[in-house]
């Protein structure tokens, strides 16, 4: 006589398979609330400081003791902006239009200078072509504090302390930029593309400006962001090569007037709304570049 198998139910039953699917959603749910959770704190201590500062920004120097600090005062914001550039003649103009050209030119011929050898690092073989490039790397792990002293004494040697080139120079020098640069160049630039450009005739040069430069505009993008940021916030760099207050940046000029605050108390409101104004640049930057920005971070962690 022969006998049947019993045909088990538990693996074709969907009764039984379905808790298990759900149980699946429900725990995937529930890390991603726990996930939106936790950056939406982190967000929120993020940018506490920037709604203080906001609020801040729109009382007089009375409002800013006696109310409480997350409160809006009488929307002084206009009457603090006017008296903020016409104190001192007009100071602050000079050091935010100081400022900008410190980080827009700076930037921009830093990034292009990152760009150029992040390049030659990728497209060129040449002798101890990557004991430079860790030349390069170990220069990325100096914190920038610790070489302002030699900096300041060779900028003494030169006879350029206290001038726009004492801290506009090494501004340019940026390791974690070529650092980027190569990425991105390894990245975007196949070697068929140097190889067809150069198969039809086109100089080096040539193919560094019309064929691989387009190709970096992320790259570029993203390292000036970088730069724009480090140079803007570059405040012990301008301690140290600058004395005249004519050519103070931003940073440096509000640290000069908090230093002063104790004796002159009506530049408490200039002081908050001055490092109002000083945010705008930063965020203005980031939020029109921020399309090259995404790209570039994403592109240049794939090749």
């Known amino acids: 006589m022969t006998t049947i198998p019993a045909i088990s139910t538990h693996a074709t039953d969907p009764t039984l398979a379905a808790p298990a699917r759900g149980s699946g959603r429900g725990s995937a749910l529930l890390s991603k609330t726990a996930v939106n ?93 990557e004991r430079f490039f860790g030349v390069v790397l170990a220069g990325v792990l100096v914190p920038a504090t ?73 790259g570029f993008v993203t390292i000036f962001l970088f730069t724009f940021t480090a140079i803007w916030n570059n405040f012990y760099g301008a301690l140290t090569m600058l004395n005249d207050e004519r050519l103070y940046p931003v940073s440096l000029g509000l640290f000069m007037w908090n230093r002063s605050v104790y004796q002159q108390p009506e530049l408490y409101p200039l002081l908050i709304t001055g490092s109002l104004v000083a945010v705008v640049p930063l965020v203005l930057a980031f939020l029109s570049l921020q399309r090259f920005w995404r790209s570039g971070l994403t592109a240049g962690a794939v090749k």
């Open 37 to 129: 959770a936790v950056l939406l704190l982190v967000a929120g201590y993020t940018l506490l400081p920037l709604a203080w500062l906001v609020m801040a920004a729109t009382k007089d120097r009375r409002d800013l003791f006696a109310t409480d600090p997350y409160s809006f005062g009488d929307f002084n914001l206009l009457a603090n902006l006017r008296d903020l550039f016409a104190y001192n003649d007009g100071i602050f103009g000079r050091w935010l239009g100081n400022s900008l050209l410190y980080t827009v030119f700076g930037s921009a011929l830093s990034a292009l200078i990152s760009v150029a050898c992040g390049y030659a690092f990728h497209a060129y073989d040449f002798r101890h072509k």
């Open 146 to 218: 610790v070489i302002q002293l030699p900096l300041y004494l060779m900028a003494s040697a030169a006879g350029a302390v206290n001038t726009y080139w004492a801290y506009l120079v090494p501004a340019l020098v940026n390791p974690f930029g070529v650092y980027l640069a190569r990425v991105f160049a390894e990245g975007y630039v196949p070697d068929e593309v140097l190889a067809a450009a150069r198969m039809d005739g086109a100089s080096e040069l040539r193919v560094f400006t019309h064929v691989s430069f387009p190709m970096l505009r992320p």
